[in-house]
């Protein structure tokens, strides 16, 4: 069974209960033709208004984040270190800027290319375990930013090939790199299938 994710999985409010229940769901993309996917296992969440560690923290609206104030179930891809593109999906109603930070998946579907566009010759953890790594395993770029995952055509998707992750088998962490937000950055909004080798390595 695969079916892609509609419309209305994004744009409940709950951004935390969304970032746990994609866990387990597929991240597709498919350029020139040539798809690739793998099953996530590790996301952030992020709650625009209240959250310091939120692009969006008090509603801040800038060139960057103004794909975060759109309908849940767009792409927020941007620029980290200038180096590595990091792929974000949008959710809630539209101006309710949160969004989940996509960290690892596990690689299923046309490991060759994946392993191509990472210039790596072997299937190992670093193919995918890290948002940097799996944006350029997938394709993905900051160039789609904006773009609509629910879209017919669109070259982003997710899907639910019928996979449950369940509860005890989530790890729930604070998320990284937020040391700058406060109380905020104790907040357990990383989550981790556990037991997987393709998630990103615990802080």
């Not at 072997?122 to 789609?144: E, N």
């Not at 369940?166 to 937020?178: K, L, N």
Request: proline letters at 4%; glycine letters at 8%; one cysteine or more.
């Amino acid at each position: 069974m695969m079916e892609k994710l509609p419309k209305t999985f994004y744009t409940r409010e709950d951004v935390v209960q969304i970032a746990r229940e994609l866990l387990g769901k597929y991240l597709v993309t498919e350029f020139d033709g040539q798809r690739t996917a793998g099953k996530i296992v590790e996301t952030e969440a992020y709650r625009g208004p209240d959250d310091k560690a939120c692009h969006a923290w008090m509603n801040r609206r800038t060139h960057r984040t103004g794909i975060m104030f759109a309908e849940g179930g767009h792409a927020y891809v941007y620029l980290c270190y200038g180096i590595h593109h990091l792929f974000n999906i949008v959710t809630g109603k539209k101006d309710m800027p949160h969004a989940i930070l996509v960290r690892a998946i596990e690689p299923t579907d046309n490991v060759e290319l994946m392993l191509e566009r990472r210039n790596l010759a072997k299937l190992a953890p670093r193919l995918t375990a890290g948002p940097g790594s799996l944006t350029q395993a997938l394709g993905i770029r900051t160039q789609h930013t904006g773009l609509s995952l629910v879209a017919t055509g669109s070259p982003i998707w997710l899907e639910d090939r019928g996979e449950e992750v369940s509860e005890e088998d989530i790890i729930a962490s604070p998320r990284v790199g937020v040391d700058y937000a406060g109380e905020c950055a104790l907040w357990d909004w990383r989550f981790r299938v556990r037991g997987s080798r393709w998630t990103s390595p615990a802080k």
